[in-house]
Structure formats: C-alpha cells, structure tokens
C-alpha cells in the first residue's frame, strides 16, 4: 500500500515537470505549440484504441484537451483550427461512445440535440446573403453540441474514484504549462499597465477572458488537490505553491470572471467537502483553510504591489483615476437586454443560429456580442432554445436527487453557468465540465488502491 502511494505520487510529481517543461520548451520554440496540440490527439488517440476505453481514458482525454484549449490556441498558430479544442474533445468522446456506449437514462439529452436542429434550418433563410453559413452555425453550436455528445457519454457514467481524481490532474497538467509560459513570456507587469482594463499583454498577447477562465480551471484544480491529495508534505506545499502562481497569472490578467468562477466553485467544492468527512478531519480540513487563506492574502498582495494599486482598482470597479464605473458589466447588460427583446419579438423560431450580430447591428447599429450564452439560446433558437435551456438547468439537478456520490457536482455545474453568462461558450470548458457533473462517482471500499488504476 505504500509503495503504490508513493508511486502515486510520484508520477503526479512527473506530470508536473513535464508540463513545465512542455511551457518552458514552447516559449523557447514557439512552433513547438502545433507539435503538443498534435502529438498529444496521437498519444490519446493510440491511449484509447489500444486500452478499448475500460478505464474511461476518452473521459480524461477529453479533459486534457479542455484544459490545454486556449493554450493551444495561442501558440499553434493558424495551422490549428479555432474551434480545434472543441473538435478534438467531440472526437475523444464519440471514440468513447463507441467503445462504451451512453445510458439509457441520456433521453433528455437526446432531446437537447434535437432541439438545436430548428434554429439551423432557419438560419439558413435568415443569414445575410454574404454571410458563410456553415461557418456561422459551426461558431455558434460547436459549444451547445459538444455539451451535448459529453453528457450522453457521462449521464450516470460509473467512474471510480481514482479515476475521477486523475480527471482533475487531466484539468491541472495543461494550465500549468499555460502558466509556465506565461511567466517566460509576458511583459514586465509595471511597463505594459495602462488602465484598469482587461490586459492582452499580461494575458500573453492574447484574450484575457479565455486566459483568466483556462487559468482558473487549474486554481480549481489545484483547491482539489490540496484537500484530496496533499497528504504528504511535500505534495501539499508544491500544490500550494502552483495555486499561489497560478492564482497571481489569473489576477493580473485584469479579466475578473474567469478568477471570480474559480473562486465561487472552490467554495463549493470546499463546503461539500466539509459536510462529507467525519468530525475528526474537519480539524485537518480548517487547518488546511487557514493556509489556504493566507496563501491566497498573500497573493493578492503581491498582485496589488505589482500592479501599483490598479487590480484593486479593477476588483472594485474603478477606474484609473478612481472614479466608479457606472457599469459593472462593461456593456453586456444592454446587449443581453437586446437578445432577450430578440427572442420576445420573434418567441417561436428565434432569428436562426449565428444571425445575433448581424441582427443587432441592423435594429440598434451595434456590433457586438454578448459573450452571454443563455440569451444567446433563446434569442436564436426561440422556444426551442427556451425548452433546450430548462433541460441542461433541470436535468443535473434531478440527477442530483437520485445519486450524491459527485462531491465535485455543484462545482462543475456553477462553473458551466457562471461562464456562459460572461464568456458564452467560446471554449470547451464550460461545456465539458458541466457534464462531468453527471458522473456517478463509485466510492472503493477503504484501504484499498487498484493497481491497475495506479498503473494507468
């Protein structure tokens, strides 16, 4: 039993180097981003033909790719398609679908993709005659149906325990060679602060929304780590230590929604936690909060003196001069209010998938867009997307009546829709992630570690 704990741990350690030298070599040799998007669908691809899926290994393919989306985006350049993160986790799932099959408890699900087919047939009167159709509706459902093929492969998906913690190492390992270059590349913080507005420089050069929510998912993953597998010293302070790093990345990227979703489902996560173990470990678990606690202060100080003052500025939705921002939304208010006029005005078929924008423009000469999944689905999709909405809200939920076993459910399902109403479904996490909400968690029998699990 030892020995296996320490081989556990070991190979986390290994994980952990390799990824940071997988960031560090992608700084040195920017090219170097195609080879890891592509080298790891080929080892993931061979990992799940070769094991036939009996360990779920598309599940922590997927998860894999989730996490590494954006980074893969940023250094892969044009050779990888946009929505190649999206893609990739669909692949692994159908894979996994194939070998594994869904459950027959997935109706509803079913039902949800079948309810994306109206507004495309529509948007196809509907778009502008110069629009590129197909590339409008992929943009615009790539996000709602890769959620879709995930939970049909997740509903009730018996996983064991071991295998839903190496889920979250899945979620880690990508982020912290995210953080590794971003460390090597960005700016001196002090000579490319000019606001107190999202920062593309301290985001490496690219979308601070996305950053923040990538950098996030690995601050999430990291709480995790601290409460379920910190056991040993060592482990426990280097876990601390890339929170602390990668908490101080997320922060300085000036975007807030990413870092305030992380904080809110680590919240969850941490009160689940506490309710689920005896009255002895609440004891190690509040020593645990009051490190947490500190680490977390001391970052933020860090980021507070780096930044001269100007990210408490941001958090307190100030700007520069100190003045209050009268719009806590930076605008998106008045542009989900627009989508849900849309969908009033047109309540039966919405106005087609993808025509928001165009649609937008035309009535109120804006061009912008929401950011904001909800009344992106409704206004598109019209009830169709009305009825879409109230499945995916309603559907975990009642699962959740039924089977408690996920401590991590309301976790997953806060981060799903905390990020759709500031980052809609630009990138695959929100969608994955809510649906390993509908994982079934299987509980091993005390004293015991599967070999094979610890093999894999």
Same mark, same amino acid.
Request: aromatic share 16%; glycine share 8%.
């Given at each position: 039993?030892?020995?296996?704990?320490?081989?556990?741990?070991?190979?986390?350690?290994?994980?952990?180097?390799?990824?940071?030298?997988?960031?560090?070599?992608?700084?040195?040799?920017?090219?170097?981003?195609?080879?890891?998007? /592509?080298?790891?669908?080929?080892?993931?691809?061979?990992?799940?033909?070769?094991?036939?899926?009996?360990?779920?290994?598309?599940?922590?393919?997927?998860?894999?790719?989730?996490?590494?989306?954006?980074?893969?985006?940023?250094?892969?350049?044009?050779?990888?398609?946009?929505?190649?993160?999206?893609?990739?986790?669909?692949?692994?799932?159908?894979?996994?679908?194939?070998?594994?099959?869904?459950?027959?408890?997935?109706?509803?699900?079913?039902?949800? =993709?079948?309810?994306?087919?109206?507004?495309?047939?529509?948007?196809?009167?509907?778009?502008?005659?110069?629009?590129?159709? #197909?590339?409008?509706?992929?943009?615009?459902?790539?996000?709602?149906?890769? =959620?879709?093929?995930?939970?049909?492969?997740?509903?009730?998906?018996?996983?064991?325990?071991?295998?839903?913690?190496?889920?979250?190492?899945?979620?880690?390992?990508?982020? $912290?060679?995210?953080?590794?270059?971003?460390?090597?590349?960005?700016?001196?913080?002090?000579?490319?602060?000019?606001?107190?507005?999202?920062?593309?420089?301290?985001?490496?050069?690219?979308?601070?929304?996305?950053?923040? %929510?990538? =950098?996030?998912?690995?601050?999430?993953? /990291?709480?995790?780590? /601290?409460?379920?597998?910190?056991?040993?010293?060592?482990?426990?302070?280097?876990?601390?230590?890339?929170?602390?790093?990668?908490?101080?990345?997320? $922060?300085?990227?000036?975007?807030?929604?990413?870092?305030? %979703?992380?904080?809110?489902?680590?919240?969850?996560?941490?009160?689940?936690?506490?309710?689920?173990?005896?009255?002895?470990?609440?004891?190690?678990?509040?020593?645990?909060?009051?490190?947490?606690?500190?680490?977390?202060?001391?970052?933020?100080?860090?980021?507070?003196?780096?930044?001269?003052?100007?990210?408490?500025?941001?958090?307190?939705?100030?700007?520069?001069?100190?003045?209050?921002?009268?719009? =806590?939304?930076?605008?998106?208010?008045?542009?989900?209010?627009?989508? /849900?006029?849309?969908?009033?005005?047109?309540?039966?078929?919405?106005?087609?998938?993808?025509?928001?924008?165009?649609? #937008?423009?035309?009535?109120?000469?804006?061009?912008?867009?929401?950011?904001?999944?909800?009344?992106?689905?409704?206004?598109?999709?019209?009830?169709?997307?009305?009825?879409?909405?109230?499945?995916?809200?309603?559907?975990?939920?009642?699962?959740?009546?039924?089977?408690?076993?996920?401590?991590?459910?309301?976790?997953?399902?806060?981060?799903?829709?905390?990020?759709?109403?500031?980052?809609?479904?630009?990138?695959?996490?929100?969608?994955?992630?809510?649906?390993?909400?509908?994982?079934?968690?299987?509980?091993?029998?005390?004293?015991?570690?599967?070999?094979?699990?610890?093999?894999?």
């Amino acid at each position: 039993m030892l020995k296996l704990f320490k081989n556990y741990n070991k190979r986390y350690l290994q994980l952990i180097g390799l990824h940071v030298a997988i960031g560090f070599a992608i700084y040195l040799f920017r090219f170097l981003g195609l080879f890891y998007f /592509l080298g790891s669908m080929v080892f993931f691809i061979l990992w799940i033909f070769q094991s036939g899926n009996k360990q779920n290994q598309a599940l922590l393919a997927a998860a894999y790719m989730t996490a590494g989306e954006v980074f893969f985006r940023m250094t892969g350049g044009s050779l990888i398609p946009w929505e190649a993160g999206k893609y990739s986790v669909i692949c692994f799932i159908l894979i996994g679908l194939f070998f594994s099959g869904t459950s027959r408890k997935s109706a509803p699900y079913w039902l949800y =993709l079948l309810l994306l087919i109206p507004g495309v047939l529509y948007a196809a009167e509907t778009l502008n005659f110069d629009t590129n159709v #197909r590339k409008a509706v992929i943009f615009n459902l790539s996000g709602p149906f890769c =959620l879709g093929i995930s939970a049909l492969y997740c509903y009730d998906r018996k996983i064991s325990k071991q295998q839903f913690h190496h889920l979250i190492w899945a979620l880690l390992m990508p982020v $912290i060679a995210l953080g590794v270059y971003l460390l090597f590349y960005t700016p001196d913080t002090r000579e490319v602060l000019n606001g107190t507005n999202s920062n593309f420089a301290l985001s490496g050069g690219y979308g601070p929304n996305q950053v923040a %929510t990538a =950098l996030g998912i690995g601050m999430f993953a /990291l709480v995790v780590q /601290l409460f379920v597998n910190s056991k040993n010293k060592l482990i426990f302070f280097i876990n601390l230590g890339l929170l602390m790093f990668l908490t101080y990345r997320g $922060i300085i990227t000036f975007s807030r929604g990413g870092i305030f %979703t992380a904080a809110l489902i680590s919240l969850a996560f941490i009160v689940m936690y506490f309710q689920g173990v005896s009255s002895k470990k609440r004891n190690a678990i509040s020593f645990y909060l009051v490190i947490l606690g500190s680490a977390i202060a001391i970052t933020w100080l860090i980021s507070s003196v780096r930044t001269m003052g100007l990210i408490d500025l941001r958090y307190a939705n100030k700007d520069a001069a100190g003045r209050i921002k009268e719009d =806590l939304t930076t605008g998106r208010q008045e542009l989900v209010t627009s989508e /849900l006029t849309f969908f009033m005005n047109n309540p039966v078929m919405g106005i087609g998938v993808g025509k928001t924008k165009e649609y #937008r423009e035309e009535k109120l000469d804006i061009l912008a867009a929401s950011h904001n999944e909800i009344s992106r689905l409704l206004s598109e999709h019209g009830v169709f997307g009305l009825i879409a909405l109230l499945i995916l809200l309603a559907a975990p939920l009642f699962y959740r009546i039924g089977n408690r076993k996920n401590y991590l459910f309301y976790s997953f399902y806060g981060f799903w829709f905390l990020t759709i109403n500031h980052s809609s479904m630009r990138v695959a996490a929100p969608a994955f992630l809510y649906a390993l909400a509908l994982l079934n968690v299987m509980h091993e029998p005390k004293n015991t570690v599967p070999r094979q699990q610890i093999s894999q």
